[in-house]
Nanobody, 117 residues
Framework: QVQLVESGGGLVQAGASLRLSCAAS????????MGWFRQAPGKEREFVAQ???????NYADSVKGRFTIARDNAKNTLYLQMNSLKPEDTAVYYC???????????WGQGTQVTVST
């Protein structure tokens, strides 16, 4: 069983940066694809970024050029570097992982990011 624990959220002003971390346990994650999702109040959960086991990654258009996803397989940890934050980035951010063709099977509990004007 995979456990995912996010950290690094907080309250920042617009234009600031934050780095989210997702510590995985229970499995070695090097063969898993991993991603970040977010859910703002009153909205559905949306895709932010993902990285494949081979190292490639892709991003939602709304964060492209501002956010960077990275993984450290030695530490079994996923990161999301968020720069030039905007108020519309305010949401609960979730880490997720999956393997094979089954989609994202494992989810963290989320970490709150709030960006003020």
């Amino acid at each position: 069983q995979v456990q995912l624990v996010e950290s690094g959220g907080g309250l920042v002003q617009a234009g600031a940066s934050l780095r989210l971390s997702c510590a995985a346990s229970g499995r070695t994650m090097s063969n898993y694809f991993m991603g970040w999702f977010r859910q703002a109040p009153g909205k559905e959960r949306e895709f932010v970024a993902q990285t494949w086991s081979a190292g490639s990654s892709n991003y939602a258009d709304s964060v492209k050029g501002r956010f960077t996803i990275a993984r450290d397989n030695a530490k079994n940890t996923l990161y999301l570097q968020m720069n030039s934050l905007k108020p519309e980035d305010t949401a609960v951010y979730y880490c997720a992982a999956g393997i094979g063709v089954g989609g994202y099977a494992y989810w963290g509990q989320g970490t709150q990011v709030t960006v003020s004007t």
